[in-house]
């Protein structure tokens, strides 16, 4: 086109020379080293860029051609590298500088002004070099030289008179017409619609209400519109054409794509029509016998040319096969893939393998066009598929060498493709327990049960079966073991086939064509732990952990005292069910781990030491002869045909103790009961009885078996004693002496209601309403009641004594002013509770606001602690640095519990002798320490009752026996 430039850029592959110090030669360099160099060519005057490898120039004599090279420094080494250029002829503008321009690495040197050519500064890029014409007509091959190399860059093609411009035909390339609604492709020269004559525009919008205008395309005069990437510029889809007369967007729309192109290879499954089941075989290794169906895929090119009148026309691709040797070739097989006609989106290409004749190894395939001619130069090609192709000889292989019975192996065959196979276990014995072939496998053809290869005497098959290969050639065979299979070295064996009967099992077999493999097939082995020292109290859920590599499901079974001699199943406690009719196992997980969690509460065992065995098979417990199970007539083995382990524990009685935050509890304040409760009960009960007085808790009971309970004590109750029981449920989980509660609370009595055994002592009282029992009385009736011997509650009883609230102070006699000293006292307030100590002035007074009088003294918070004797006690530290001489007063609050002491000291220069005095409100209290009972068989509370009168305070834990 006449006054258009036309930029043309060829990749010539190109490398730098690598050289070894100054003396040392340059490295052999290839074309496939030079990967980086560009050589850019502008169109001359009244000349041409012509596509192609190398570019070609039309132009005539005198005709400049002005070109650049940029990415030139991979080809010079940084101290003696050099790029010759040759014109191709000596017959050119200022020929007497020679046909050469040689280009070294510098920054400030040209070769020569008539050429204007160097490497310029910092953008690796040769300066543009303005070369004057040819002066003969001819054709002439611009080439580069490296270190001896050379590569042709261009060829021009001078002629005497000026070259017109050359139309797209002149170049291999046609108009298509494009309808309205068609689709068109980057690369094309097109009308649209038959619309021609003045220049026209396609417009791409963008969506929505308010569209604007995303690209647009010009046409030339005569309205062809030239798709060059640049002008579509990656904006692809719907485009509307213009209107010649306003310029306004028309209903006439055209579709541009990129013209892509992909390529599948995949298995043959169907023969005949070359279908497969997706199957990709890049990246696989195929056997050269294996059958492959090559797929092009042109999604919008194949359906836009097709024409099945006109195949010429119709658009067509390649597909380019890399050998191992690398060669190239479009044939593959017995096809040839050099012309294949775009029909769909999607092509069968064709079908076929690769024959024995084929050399192993690695091979690439690729898919490019061959029409039209724009895509064959410019569009890209096809994505890349590697596979390798490997001889059809006859292997199986097993995946592991060895396996734990109870767990399957499997073992892949390698043969011709959708061949029909014999495999089978190679002299296994019929009496043993062998692996057996997964049913229902893929590729399964029947049963391969006689072996008839020799007419006089037929041979039975142990594990056998006839397997089809798959469309590669493989089929992988699943053998499962059982937890009785023998642990033994088992041999499979693949056989081709002379013939066989798939219905009766029987086969000829191919003696030359077969192949083996040995799979060890061993025991596991099965272990068993349990959380905890080995020695529980019952009620404890015990966690019996192990692993199993033998068999899937792990037996439990318990021996000891009195029970059955060979064991009974741990699962069904309390009913006593022999070990060989075990119908509960504990399932192993897919890591060979297993877990029980055994409930102690309810197993009707006495205390004592058991041994627990874990089974990989159902056994006659630890019996050395099997034994058939009741119900269901299976074998129970003995102990040794089973893996199994062991592990003792000690089940001992749960016990209950019980202990108060303090003897003496002061009106207004909190009682704490603290203990242990063994046996995992869910909760406990607390009962106080007093004068007029009851009242019960719940109590629940930690992980660990401790518990808390707070309880307040109103500012009202009485100063007395008062008893308290705490009853534990035991192994039944169950209160069976429980507390009733009628006409809302005001009618509550206490009665067995879960005798397992007879009568009882005591069927019931009354503790709250009418006829009801003292309280000390109601509280030694509630202990006779636990004690019943039909019933396994047990329980442990305390004492507690109300009174008064106190404060004492130890007053600290006079002190020296600046020292340090502690104010210090007793209470029976309860441990951990705060208290306010204030020292203040005697004599503060209220005072001037222009004095400069100050006040002394402190005011802090502390916590009761536990004292030394009966009595808890608190402390705080005084410093009186600073303080003045005067009579202070301590003030001692409770901030829980209504209670105040009071006490005054001297603050002197000088203390001669100080004599502490105890002060504060004594209100009179009687205190004792507290004594655990004595009697082991029915601990009553009738020593208390007969110590009442002292206020005694006593702390008892029962164990019964």
Known sequence: ??????????????????????????????????????????????????????????????????????????????????????????????????????????????????????????????????????????????????????????????????????????????????????????????????????????????????????????????????????????????????????GAATATQVSIWYPEISLQAELTTDLTTGVTAGDSIDGQTVNKDTVVSFLINAPKVGPAFYNSADLTNSSHAKIVFTTPVAGKTTAFGTANFNSVVLTASQTMAGFTAAGQDAAAGTYTAQAEYVTPTAFKDYAKKSNTISFTLQSSTLTITAAKDSVVRSNPFTVTITGKAQTVYAVYLENAISTEVNPTLQPSQNGFKGNFTTDNTNSASAVAIIGGGFFQTDASGKRTIQYNTAANTEDKTYTVKVNGLVAYDATTGDAILDTSDYDKVKVKVEKGAVTITASGDGSYYIGDEIKLTGTNTDSSN????????????????????????????????????????????????????????????????????????????????????????????????????????????????????????????????????????????????????????????????????????????????????????????????????????????????????VVWGNNKLQGSQAADALTKMIDDANIDDIYTKLTFTVAAPWIRINNPGDQAVGSKFTVAGTTNLAIGDQILVEVMSSSFTAVDKTSTSTTSGVSQTTKVVAGEGADNAWAVDVDTTNWKLDEYTIKVNGIEVDVTSTTNFNLVEKVVTPTPTATGAQPTTTTATATPTATPSTPGFGAFIALAGLGAVALLVLRRN
């Open 1 to 246: 086109m006449k006054n258009t430039k036309i930029m043309a850029v060829l990749v010539v592959l190109l490398a730098a020379a690598l050289f070894v110090g100054a003396t040392s030669a340059a490295a052999p360099m290839s074309i496939d080293d030079f990967n980086n160099l560009t050589i850019n060519i502008t169109a001359p005057t009244n000349g041409t860029i012509i596509p192609g490898t190398p570019v070609a120039v039309q132009t005539s004599i005198n005709t400049p051609v002005n070109f650049s090279i940029t990415n030139a420094s991979a080809l010079l080494d940084p101290t003696s590298g050099e790029v010759i250029v040759d014109w191709g002829t000596t017959n050119v503008w200022n020929a007497g500088a020679g046909r050469f321009v040689t280009f070294d690495y510098s920054n400030d040197v040209s070769p020569g002004p008539a050429y204007n050519g160097h490497w310029v500064d910092g953008n690796d890029q040769w300066q543009a070099i303005a070369m004057q014409g040819y002066t003969a007509a001819g054709t002439y091959t611009i080439s580069v030289e490296v270190s001896g190399d050379t590569y042709a860059l261009a060829t021009v093609y001078v002629s005497a008179t000026p070259v017109p411009t050359p139309t797209p035909a002149d170049l291999g390339y046609v108009i298509r017409p494009v309808a309205a609604g068609q689709d068109a492709f980057v690369y094309e020269h097109i009308t649209v619609a038959a619309q021609t004559g003045a220049p026209l525009k396609l417009v791409k919008f963008s969506d929505g209400a308010n569209p604007s205008i995303i690209n647009q395309i010009s046409s030339d005069s005569t309205g062809v519109f030239y798709l060059t990437e640049a002008v579509v510029n990656g904006q692809y889809g719907t485009y509307n054409l213009t209107d010649t007369t306003t």
């Open 554 to 765: 792990v037996f439990l079974f318990l021996t000891g005292q009195n029970l059955l001699e060979n064991g009974i199943v741990l699962k069904d406690l309390p009913t006593k069910v022999p070990a060989y009719n075990a119908t509960n196992p504990v399932a192993v997980k897919t890591d060979n781990t297993w877990e029980y969690k055994w409930d102690t509460s309810n197993i009707a065992l006495d205390t004592g030491a058991y041994t627990i065995y874990a089974t990989s098979r159902l056994t006659n417990g630890k019996s050395s002869s099997p034994q058939t199970m009741t119900a269901s007539g299976q074998e129970a083995v003995k102990l040794s045909d089973s893996e199994y382990a062991t592990i003792s524990v000690n089940l001992k009685q749960p016990f209950l103790s019980a202990v108060p935050s303090g003897t003496v509890i002061a009106q207004g304040d909190k009682l704490y009961v603290r203990g242990t409760a063994e046996g995992k009960p869910n909760n406990l009960m607390l009962y106080i009885f007093g004068p007029n007085f009851f009242e019960d808790h719940s109590i629940t009971v930690e992980d660990d078996g401790s518990y808390e309970k707070k309880i307040d004590i109103s500012s009202s109750m009485s100063s007395n004693q008062y008893f308290v029981v705490v009853q534990h449920p035991m192994y039944n989980g169950v209160f069976d002496a429980v507390l009733v509660k009628e006409q809302n609370g005001d009618y509550q009595y206490f009665k067995i209601q879960n005798a397992t055994t007879g009568g009882s002592q005591q069927a019931s009282f």
